[in-house]
């Protein structure tokens, strides 16, 4: 089957995805997924969306040719696509306008969302306060702690945070917590999944709303490089931005896709949150997946420097472009991720996010291998400034 | 051979009552306490006992019931655990039906057939797999049927009549009735919105049906006993357990309070 065409009728990619949750939220998903079938190919709703992804967002988002840091690293010519320019400072946005959108079409009055890192919470209270509808943000007590920014900016927005201490504190329990919140409120609430997570239709919904990213790089490509990258790198935790980035050049395959997972304290200890290099199928979250999970089905405790990325599954779609071999999955540890995030703090004025630095270590290993007439595309997800606490505890800086 | 679930509906039925349905999770508070719990339900009238498989990510259920599988895995209980304990609690019981509740992450580690092996050694009667709807029953339901495995399925308030239909289908042993649009515990059950619905599912089914989530003392119970064939009672149960002091005690009489209701 083409890529075009997936996910299948079921909500397949290849044996992944599909809509593992309690009876309750089915009927819930056949509507989101009617409904999201017919409004996408509606013109009004598709100008609407374009519309606020210009005025509301700022896009296109630059193609940028990072000249010194190529000049640094001495290979292949390295873009960044400055996704971290966006409204709200990241790529969450995209995704966020699109499906509020949807919810409104649908005539839902409430909305919840997950989020780890809180940018997928600041974009969501974005366009609610927007939008003038009430909004809920789930996000685990440990990522409450270390993204304290992000928390004070969610409030302000005029959405509440529910503070979430179940299982390991982090993103997944949040998403737990999300669901049993959706499944409870279901008539009157649209839950917004911030990841290519979750079950049908959301891995295919959030794709396509993140997809401008790599459409605006296609088109990009022509004049900034003049011809197609050779390479596209993007971090992957539940992987929305390295699949937006992807899905327009599925088709290409001159074109090296490459996500890079969070490998933490290095994947031999097991202390990561990298399940397509060191997981195994299973389900969780409503997919099927690459899960990281103990003999028993259990899941386990994912580690990352960064919150974002602290996710134990992956989109579905990514664990089938693994399989067929169509991208790769490779990892960065924090500690690349951390020397990553300050070279490109230096070397170009450029503060990433520590998720965003995860793409850029890669960068970092891989573009000395390569000819100067080569190039990559790594897309800047998200910007650093959430980060810096996280950053100064590390060196032992109290702000 | 005749499964035990439709013998004991059958049972209940010529008696004129109505069937207590009890949830708690494998190995919370540990092995041992578990099995003497089933025990001291058997004693006070519970017909069917399923029990929870602990999972570190019980999507569907509500904190009671997150805290059961909680307390359950840091004892290290598991799927295979919960086989050990059926194993050693039908030494003294073969009749009471057992069922295994939990979610396809756990399930899928042993694999379909593995399962229904051990399901065979452990005189397993039905297996509830929360987030396996019919689109994704796999070989679970394929292996199941072969080894006379009851499937016991949900449908919610959010299901439509066509969809009641075709789950009813697949479905063996007993249909689950979820009361409520929520999680385990919840407690906004609406006794005629469930009345409607019930007797709606009568039509595609000859099934027994059994309504659960939400129902936690006698005035809930006998809120829905009318209309359905068992009620499934869990948190309340759960709860009881994480309290702790005599555990035993209180389990006895609350399962005692619901049975009597439903006689």
């Known amino acids: 089957m083409s890529e075009e065409l997936m996910p299948d009728v079921n909500g397949r990619f290849g044996i992944y995805g599909g809509r593992y949750v309690a009876e309750t939220l089915v009927p819930a998903l056949e509507e989101l997924s009617e409904q999201y079938e017919l409004i996408k190919k509606d013109e009004k709703f598709l100008k609407e969306f374009r519309d606020d992804l210009k005025d509301y967002v700022g896009r296109p988002s630059p193609l940028y040719f990072a000249k010194r840091w190529t000049e640094l690293l001495g290979g292949a010519k390295i873009y960044l696509k400055r996704e971290d320019l966006n409204h709200t400072g990241a790529h969450k946005i995209n995704n966020t306008v699109g499906q509020i959108l949807l919810a409104k079409h649908m005539g839902k009055k409430r909305i919840i969302a997950e989020t780890g890192a809180g940018q997928h919470g600041v974009a969501t209270a974005s366009v609610a306060a927007r939008h003038g509808l009430e909004c809920i943000v789930f996000m685990g007590e440990e990522d409450i702690q270390r993204q304290s920014l992000n928390v004070f900016r969610i409030k302000l927005l005029g959405a509440k945070v529910v503070g979430v201490n179940s299982g390991t504190s982090t993103l997944k329990d949040a998403m737990n917590e999300a669901m049993r919140d959706w499944v409870t409120n279901v008539d009157d609430t649209y839950y917004i999944i911030g990841s290519v997570a979750g079950p049908h239709p959301y891995p295919q919904i959030v794709r396509d709303f993140n997809a401008v990213v790599g459409e605006e790089v296609l088109e990009q490509s022509k004049s900034v490089i003049g011809k197609d990258p050779d390479m596209l790198v993007a971090c992957v935790g539940g992987g929305s931005n390295a699949m937006g980035l992807f899905y327009p050049f599925i ?39 690459y899960l990281m999970q103990d003999d028993a089905g259990q899941v386990i405790e994912t580690h990352s420097v960064s919150a974002g990325l602290d996710y134990p599954g992956v989109g579905p779609e990514h664990a089938w472009l693994k399989d067929i071999g169509r991208a790769e999955y490779e990892s960065a540890d924090d500690e690349e991720a951390l020397d990553a995030f300050k070279e490109l703090t230096r070397v170009e004025g450029i503060m990433p996010a520590l998720e965003t630095a995860h793409g850029i270590a890669y960068v970092k290993k891989i573009a000395p291998t390569m000819r100067e007439d080569q190039s990559i595309v790594v897309n800047v997800s998200g910007r650093g400034d959430k980060d810096i606490n996280t950053v100064a505890s590390i060196e032992g800086i109290e702000l | 051979m005749t499964s035990k679930i439709k013998e004991v509906f059958s049972n209940i039925k010529a008696e004129n009552r109505k069937a207590l349905i009890t949830y708690i999770v494998s190995g919370d508070p540990d092995t041992e306490t578990t099995i003497e719990i089933m025990n001291s339900m058997v004693r006070q009238g519970t017909d069917i006992i399923e029990l929870g498989i602990p999972f570190s990510d019980p999507m569907a259920e509500g904190i009671s019931i997150q805290k059961g599988h909680e307390r359950a895995l840091e004892k290290g209980a598991s799927l295979s655990g919960a086989f050990e304990l059926l194993k050693k609690f039908r030494v003294n019981d073969k009749k009471t039906p057992i069922i295994f509740m939990g979610y396809m992450n756990t399930f899928e580690s042993l694999g379909a057939n593995k399962f229904m092996l051990e399901a065979v050694k452990a005189s397993l009667d039905g ?35 066509t969809r009641a239909k075709k789950i009813c289908s697949q479905c063996s042993g007993y249909v689950y009735y979820i009361s409520v649009k929520g999680i385990t515990g919840a407690s906004n ?22 309504i659960g989530f939400g129902i936690k003392d006698s005035a809930s119970a006998s809120s829905v006993k009318d209309v359905a064939d068992g009620v499934v009672a869990g948190s309340v149960f759960v709860d009881l357990i994480g309290e702790g002091g ?18």
Request: charged share 25%; net charge negative.
């Open chain 1, 251 to 289: 088709e290409k395959n001159n074109v090296r896709l490459v996500g890079v997972e969070a490998g933490g304290l290095g994947l031999s200890t097991g202390k990561h949150a990298a399940p397509l290099n060191d997981g195994k199928e299973g389900v969780l979250h409503g997919m099927r997946t």
């Open chain 2, 127 to 161: 297996i509830l797999i929360v987030d396996m709807p019919p689109e994704e029953s796999s070989n679970f339901s394929i292996e199941a049927k072969k080894v006379g495995v009851d499937i016991i399925r949900l449908i919610a308030p959010t299901t439509s009549s």
């Open chain 2, 189 to 210: 059950i609406n006794a005629d919105e469930v009345k409607a619905k019930v007797s709606e599912l009568r039509s595609h089914t000859d099934l027994p049906i059994a």
């Open chain 2, 246 to 263: 005599n555990i035993i005690e209180k389990v006895e009489s609350k399962t005692k309070e619901l049975s009597e209701v439903l006689n």
